[in-house]
């Protein structure tokens, strides 16, 4: 029976030796955290071309995919055809009328001033025949209003000549010059609605995931490439109330990577409370339910050692 006791205890012993390390009662374990940055397309087309790929790191201004949206093609189409036409009426109206459009008017002032002289004189003519009683009142109005309608139409004519001559007026100009303007601003919009069909890095990124492929629909707005700030990596770990009073801001700190055993400097750049348990990340929480819980976040020291150092890689607080 002896025998059979010290095999087994003999078996367990590797067993015991071989299971998780567990980390020191004042240590805490957080997570390895980078700023997070999104590029998304500022209008809706469908995918050509994408010129980066998952995992790489690319610049500020890189070529990241291209669009194609034809409907803003369509737009600046018509935005030119409205410059066009809004310059050339802006055109006229500085201009005034043409030396064609003057002999017209000329002409036409030259025809009704006949037709008016000759009314007058036929309302003359009449008016000496009714006085001596040779022509019915009728006839007279008839002559009197013909007359009348003579003087009218040779007045407009005189007013539009005179018109001509003094030029556009200024207001008809500011109005020709604004729809100019007005034409001008909606070339430009669909212009650079156009230029918008190639997305363009804002920012230094390691990309993470590309949500789509070409042939796809790109929505306006939709995030298209995720990823992470090259050198923002830090550290985040939760503390319950009990234990905070040994941290404070910018105290220096020492930090291991859980993964592959490094060591890391670190400060802390804030402390601050926690209002949901959602939002630890400390894998074995302890503290007691009245405990309030507070996020320290830790910057290293030396950003060149944090460069590899993954995502969400768990990190022992010393």
Do not use: H, W
Not at 56 to 82: F, R, Y
Not at 170 to 180: D, S
Not at 273 to 287: C, F, M, V, W
């Amino acid at each position: 029976m002896r025998i059979y006791t010290g095999l087994l205890l003999i078996s367990l012993l590797p067993l015991s030796a071989c299971g998780p390390k567990k980390r020191g009662a004042d240590d805490f374990e957080g997570k390895a955290k980078k700023d997070v940055i999104s590029f998304a397309p500022k209008v809706t087309g469908r995918i050509l071309k994408i010129y980066a790929s998952e995992g790489q790191t690319v610049k500020k201004g890189d070529t990241l995919a291209l669009l194609d949206v034809p409907e803003v093609s369509a737009k600046i189409a018509q935005a030119e055809g409205a410059v066009n036409a809004a310059t050339a009426q802006e055109q006229m109206a500085r201009n005034g009328a043409t030396a064609d459009q003057m002999k017209q008017l000329q002409a036409k002032y030259k025809g009704l001033k006949e037709q008016y002289d000759f009314a007058q004189k036929s309302y003359n003519r009449a008016t000496n025949m009714y006085n001596d009683s040779l022509m019915s009142p009728q006839a007279y109005d008839e002559i009197y209003a013909k007359m009348q309608g003579a003087k009218a139409q040779f007045d407009a004519v005189v007013a539009e000549l005179d018109d001509v001559k003094k030029g556009t007026r200024i207001e008809k100009v500011k109005m020709a010059a604004g729809q100019a303007s007005q034409a001008k601003g909606a070339l430009q919009e669909a212009n650079v609605a156009y230029s918008e069909r190639y997305i363009i890095a804002t920012n230094d990124m390691e990309i993470e995931t590309i949500s789509l492929n070409p042939g796809e629909l790109a929505t306006a707005g939709f995030a298209l490439f995720n990823g992470y700030i090259p050198g923002s990596t830090y550290f985040r770990f939760t503390v319950p109330e009990s234990k905070i009073s040994r941290y404070k801001k910018g105290q220096d700190v020492n930090l291991q990577v859980v993964y592959n055993k490094e060591e890391l400097a670190g400060t802390i750049a804030y402390i601050k409370q926690l209002t949901r348990y959602a939002d630890i990340t400390t894998a074995y929480p302890d503290y007691q339910i009245q405990d309030a819980v507070y996020e320290i976040k830790v910057l290293p020291k030396d950003t060149g050692k944090t460069k590899e150092i993954l995502v969400n890689a768990n990190v022992i607080l010393k």
